[in-house]
C-alpha cells in the first residue's frame, strides 16, 4: 500500500499556528502594561479627582464664609457697641437697618429685648427691620402668639451665651421666608454689673446659598449639598431633597460608607469617601465635605464614580477597539507572512509525494536564498539525485543480473546438451543415464560413446563443488575424455593421461572423482579404472547386487604423475552396472538424515529387474520422496547399463513395436531405420515404406520445429501395429502446444506458379495425401496422431 | 546422402545418392548456394540414385529454382526414381519443375 500524505489544511499548517503563536505572545506582552497602565491611571484620576474636589468643595465653603463673615462680624461689634451705657439702642438698631439694606444675604434684624428691658410698660419689645419686595419694613414682633422667648434664635444664644446659628426655619410671623438665623447675645452694663437684655439677630435668606449651592459643578451630574449642623438640607440642585433631613434620606437602603460619610459631615469633619450617592437608586459615588465655619453647616459635593474614569472608559474602548484592529491586522500579516514562507515547503512536499509515488524527475521549488527552506530543498535535491542514481543503478544490476541468469541457463543448456542423449545400443545391451543438476548448472557429468562398433566407453565423473566453475571443470574433463579416449588405448593410459592434461592447468584446485570403462559389447567384458569415485553396484538377477570395490588411482586433478591401474570385470547375461554419484547417497531428507549406501542398495535391489531407464527414473523418484521439502544439495547422476542376453539372441519380432525419439532432428535416422527394419519383419513394400518415412518425418520434425516453446528435452513416442496383414496403424505422440494438422488449409497452396510456391503446409499434404486415414485428438498435455496405411 | 558434382560444358551436374531428408538437406543447400555464388546458373539436378525425399529436400528444389530462374539460369532435374516422381506429383512440382527421364535428355535443354 502506498503512503498517503495527510492534506494540510489551513488550520492544521504552521502558518496558521505560528500565526496564532505569535498573537498570543503578543497580546500577553500587550496585557501586562494595558492592565499596569489602567490601574494606575484609575489611581491617578482617583487622586485627581479627590483634589478636585476637595478643591472645590473648600472653594465654596469659601464663598459661603465670606458671604456669612459680615453677617457675623456685624453683630458682633454693634453688640460691643451696646456694652457701653452710653450707646442707645435705637443708634443700634439704626446701623443695623444699614446693614441689612446693604447686605445681600441678610435681609432682616432683629434687636429682642428682655421683658421690660425695651420698654418699661412692654413685656415683649422686639423691633424687627426686613426687607421686602425692596423696601425696608420695621415691625414690633413679640405677642403671647408670638413668644419669642421660646424661640430657638432668642432662647439658644442667652442659654449658651454666644452667638447661635438657628437651624433653617420657616419664619411665619417674621420673615415669612425659609432662613437661618444668626442670633448674638447682647450685654448692657448696669450699675457695673453685666446684664443679658436681649438678642441681636440677623436673618440669612437661604434662597441665595441656594444659588450657589446650584452653580457648583463637578463632572457631568456631579452637585453640590449644603446641610445645618442636625443633617437638614438647606440647598442642593435636587428640589426632592430640599427642606429633607440628609440621615432621612440615607437611612434606608444605602450601605455603611454612606452613613459614615453622612455622620463625618454632620460631625462637622471634613473628608473625601465613597458612598451610594443621595438619590433613591445606589449610584457608587464619592463624597467630598467640609464644614461651613461656625454655622455648624457642612458643605458636600458628590459625584458618580463612574462619571470619574467615564473618560478613562472612552479612553480605553477606543484603545481596545485599536486593539483588535491591530492584532486582526497583524494576525492577516503573520499568516501571509508566514504563509509566504511555508509555501516552498508545501511545494517541497507537493514534489515529495510525486518522488514517493516514483517520478523522481519531480521538479523541486527553486529557492535563491540561503534560508533553511533552500536549504531543505537543496537537501532534497541531493536525495533526489542520489535515489535516481540509486534507482538507475539497481536498474543496471538488475538486468546484469538478469543478463547473468540468463547466461547461467544458457550454460546449463549447453552443459545438458553435452551430455548424450540417443541411447542407442545394441539390441542385447540396454543403457540409460540421467543428470538432475542441483543447481542451475552442476558440477556432475556422464558420458558414453563407441570407440569402435564393438567398443563403448562409459564414465561418470564429480567435480569436487558446484555452479560455473565446477561446471566448466566437467566440461573440460569430458571434452579430454573424448579426446584421449581411442580405440586401442588401455582405459588407465587414457586415465592417467586427463590427469596430466587436468593438472597443467588447474590455479583453483579442483578436482574430480571418475569413473571409465570401456565395454566390449560381444564379450561382455569391461575394462575399467576407478579414479577416487563411489564404487559402482553390479545387479544380478535373483536380488543378487554386489560393488565392484576397487580403486585404481586418485582423483583427476591432484597429482599430474598419478599412475593409474585398470580392472577387469564382466558382465554375466542379465547383469546391470550401476554407476552413481554421491548427490545420491548425501541426499538429504527435512530431518537432515542422508539417503545413504544401504538404502541406495536396498532401492537397487528392489528395481534390479526393471530395464534401466524403469530403474533409473525409479530410483530418482524415490530420492525425490525421500529428499521432498528439502533442497536437492547435490547433483544427481546415474547411469545404468545392462547386458540382457548373449549376442545373436534376437527376440522374436513383435507385432507391436514402440519407438521413443527426443525432439532433435538428428533422431530422424532412427525413423528410417526402424522402418526399414519393419519394412523387412513386416513384409511393407517399399514403396508404402517410404510413404509411412515421408510422412512421419514431416509429422516430427514439425513437432520437433514448433511444438516446444522451451529448451528442455522432450520425448516423442511412435506406436507402429501391425493390424492386419496389409494395414498398419502408426500413433504418434508428443507433448507439445496443441496443433490439428487437419485444420490446416493446404489445397491451395499446390496448383500456384513457380513465384508464388511456398514451402509450408506441403508436408500436412503429405500426410494427407499418402495415408488412408489421418486423425487428431488433444488427449491432456498431448497431440495424439493416428494414421493408417493399407498396403 | 552424397552429392557428387560434375562440371560439363554446357552446366553442372549435381549427382545426389541416398536420402534427402531434414537431417541433411543443408548439404545440398550449402552446394547449390556455393554454385550461384561462383555464377553457375545452369544447374542439373542428377536423381537417380536417391531414393527418398521429404518436403525439406523439395524446399531446397524449389529453393534453387526461384533463385536461378531470377538470374535467367537453368535449373533442372533428371532420373526420378518411380517413388520420387509420385512425391513430385503429389506436391505439384512436376508442373513447376523441368524434369527429364534422363541426363542425355535434360542436357539438350541446357
Known amino acids: ?791 | 546422402m552424397e552429392i557428387n558434382e560434375i562440371k560439363t560444358d554446357q552446366c553442372v551436374i549435381i549427382g545426389i545418392t541416398g536420402r534427402l531428408d531434414t537431417t541433411n538437406y543443408s548439404v545440398l543447400e550449402k552446394k547449390i548456394m556455393e554454385l550461384i555464388d561462383n555464377n553457375s546458373t545452369k544447374i542439373l539436378v542428377e536423381c537417380s540414385k536417391m531414393d527418398y525425399i521429404s518436403s525439406s529436400g523439395l524446399r531446397i528444389l524449389l529453393m534453387g529454382l526461384k533463385k536461378i530462374t531470377l538470374m535467367k539460369g537453368k535449373f533442372a532435374l533428371c532420373g526420378l526414381q518411380e517413388n520420387i516422381s509420385e512425391i513430385f506429383e503429389i506436391s505439384g512440382f512436376t508442373s513447376i519443375f523441368d524434369i527429364h527421364a534422363s541426363t542425355e535428355d535434360a542436357l539438350k535443354v541446357f
Open chain 1, 1 to 791: 500500500m502506498r503512503f498517503r500524505f495527510p492534506r494540510i489544511t489551513f488550520f492544521r499548517g504552521l502558518a496558521f499556528r505560528y500565526s496564532i503563536f505569535f498573537l498570543i505572545a503578543i497580546v500577553m506582552i500587550l496585557f501586562v502594561p494595558l492592565v499596569i497602565g489602567y490601574g494606575s491611571a484609575s489611581v491617578l484620576l482617583f487622586i485627581k479627582a479627590q483634589k478636585e474636589a476637595t478643591i472645590l468643595t473648600e472653594q465654596t465653603v469659601a464663598r459661603f464664609k465670606n458671604v456669612l463673615q459680615p453677617t457675623e462680624l456685624v453683630p458682633q461689634t454693634l453688640v460691643q457697641a451696646m456694652e457701653n451705657p452710653n450707646i442707645n439702642a435705637g443708634e443700634v438698631l439704626r446701623i443695623a437697618r444699614d446693614f441689612v439694606r446693604h447686605d445681600t444675604v441678610v435681609f432682616g434684624t432683629c434687636l429682642a429685648f428682655e421683658p421690660y428691658l425695651g420698654g418699661k410698660d412692654s413685656y415683649w419689645y422686639a423691633p424687627y427691620a426686613f426687607e421686602k419686595h425692596g423696601r425696608l419694613t420695621t415691625r414690633i414682633l413679640g405677642s403671647s402668639d408670638y413668644d419669642y422667648f421660646k424661640m430657638d434664635w432668642y432662647r439658644l444664644p442667652k442659654l449658651l451665651n454666644m452667638p447661635v446659628w438657628t437651624e433653617p426655619y420657616y419664619d411665619a410671623g417674621g420673615g415669612d421666608t425659609l432662613m437661618c438665623t444668626y442670633s448674638t447675645p447682647v450685654y448692657r452694663n448696669v450699675g457695673g454689673k453685666r446684664i443679658f437684655t436681649g438678642v441681636l439677630t440677623m436673618d440669612v435668606s437661604l434662597s441665595s446659598f441656594s444659588r450657589m449651592v446650584k452653580s457648583v459643578n463637578i463632572f457631568k451630574t456631579g452637585y453640590g449639598v449644603l446641610i445645618s449642623r442636625q443633617g437638614k438640607i438647606i440647598a442642593s440642585p435636587r428640589p426632592v431633597m430640599n427642606n429633607q433631613n440628609i440621615l432621612d434620606i440615607t437611612r434606608v437602603g444605602k450601605g455603611k460608607l454612606t452613613q459614615l460619610a453622612v455622620r463625618g459631615m454632620m460631625a462637622g469633619k471634613s473628608g473625601f469617601s465613597s458612598m451610594d450617592g443621595l438619590e433613591a437608586k445606589k449610584f457608587p459615588s464619592f463624597l467630598s465635605y467640609a464644614p461651613v465655619g461656625k454655622t455648624g453647616w457642612s458643605f458636600g459635593i458628590l459625584f458618580p464614580e463612574e462619571e470619574l474614569y467615564d473618560d478613562m472608559y472612552k479612553f480605553l474602548k477606543v484603545m481596545s477597539w485599536m486593539f483588535g484592529i491591530s492584532i486582526f491586522i497583524l494576525l492577516i500579516t503573520t499568516i501571509l507572512i508566514t504563509r509566504k514562507m511555508t509555501r516552498p515547503i508545501v511545494r517541497l512536499v507537493e514534489a515529495t509525494h510525486k518522488i514517493g509515488q516514483g517520478d523522481f524527475n519531480a521538479k523541486l521549488p527553486v529557492r535563491k536564498s540561503k534560508d533553511e527552506v533552500a536549504q531543505l530543498t537543496r537537501a532534497f535535491g541531493v536525495m533526489q539525485d542520489e535515489l535516481r542514481n540509486y534507482i538507475h543503478h539497481l536498474e543496471v544490476t538488475t538486468t546484469e543480473k538478469e543478463k547473468i541468469e540468463s547466461e547461467l541457463k544458457v550454460a546449463h543448456n549447453i552443459q545438458m546438451g553435452m551430455l548424450p542423449r540417443g541411447f542407442s545400443t545394441p539390441d542385447n545391451w540396454d543403457l540409460f543415464a540421467t543428470l538432475d543438476p542441483a543447481k542451475a548448472v552442476g558440477g556432475d557429468l556422464y558420458d558414453f560413446f563407441y570407440l569402435d562398433a564393438d567398443h563403448l566407453c562409459i564414465a561418470i565423473g564429480d567435480v569436487a563443488g558446484k555452479g560455473v566453475p565446477a561446471s566448466l571443470f566437467m566440461m573440460v574433463t569430458r571434452t579430454l575424455l573424448r579426446a584421449k579416449a581411442v580405440a586401442g588405448t588401455p582405459i588407465n593410459l587414457v586415465m592417467q593421461s586427463i590427469n596430466h592434461e587436468l593438472c597443467q592447468d588447474n590455479p583453483s584446485q579442483m578436482f574430480v572423482t571418475f569413473f571409465a570403462g570401456i565395454v566390449d559389447l560381444k564379450t561382455g567384458e569391461m575394462e575399467f579404472c576407478n579414479a577416487g569415485h563411489n564404487y559402482p553396484y553390479v545387479l544380478g538377477s535373483g536380488e543378487q547386487i554386489r560393488q565392484l570395490k576397487v580403486r585404481n588411482g586418485l582423483p583427476f586433478g591432484i597429482y599430474d604423475t598419478a599412475d593409474y591401474t585398470s580392472s577387469k570385470f564382466s558382465f554375466n547375461p542379465g547383469e546391470i552396472l550401476v554407476l552413481t554419484t554421491d548427490g545420491i547417497t548425501d541426499a538429504l531428507n527435512i530431518t537432515n538424515d542422508f539417503f545413504g549406501e544401504a538404502k541406495l542398495a536396498a532401492s537397487l535391489t528392489a528395481l534390479a529387474s526393471k530395464n534401466t531407464r524403469a530403474l533409473t527414473e525409479l530410483l530418482i523418484g524415490e530420492l525425490k520422496r525421500f529428499s521432498s521439502g528439502a533442497e536437492q544439495a547435490d547433483d544427481i547422476t546415474i547411469l545404468a547399463l545392462q547386458y540382457k542376453t548373449a549376442a545373436g539372441a534376437m527376440p522374436p519380432p513383435a507385432q507391436t513395436v514402440q519407438l521413443t525419439l527426443l525432439n532433435q532432428v538428428s533422431e530422424l535416422d532412427k525413423l528410417a531405420a526402424r522402418i526399414e527394419e519393419l519394412s523387412g519383419t513386416w513384409n511393407i513394400p517399399p514403396k508404402t515404406g517410404m510413404e509411412v518415412n515421408l510422412v512421419l518425418e514431416e509429422l516430427f520434425t514439425n513437432v520437433v520445429f514448433y511444438a516446444f516453446d522451451d529448451q528442455h528435452e522432450h520425448t516423442i513416442i511412435i506406436d507402429f501395429v501391425l493390424t492386419d496383414v496389409h494395414q498398419l496403424l502408426i500413433r504418434l505422440e508428443d507433448d507439445g502446444k496443441p496443433f490439428n494438422l487437419l485444420e490446416t488449409k493446404v489445397d491451395d497452396v499446390i496448383d500456384k506458379p513457380l513465384e508464388e510456391r511456398q514451402i509450408g503446409g506441403l508436408g500436412v499434404h503429405f500426410v494427407r495425401k499418402m495415408m488412408d486415414s489421418v486423425e487428431y485428438r488433444r488427449d491432456g498435455d498431448k497431440n495424439i496422431v493416428t494414421l493408417t496405411k493399407n498396403f
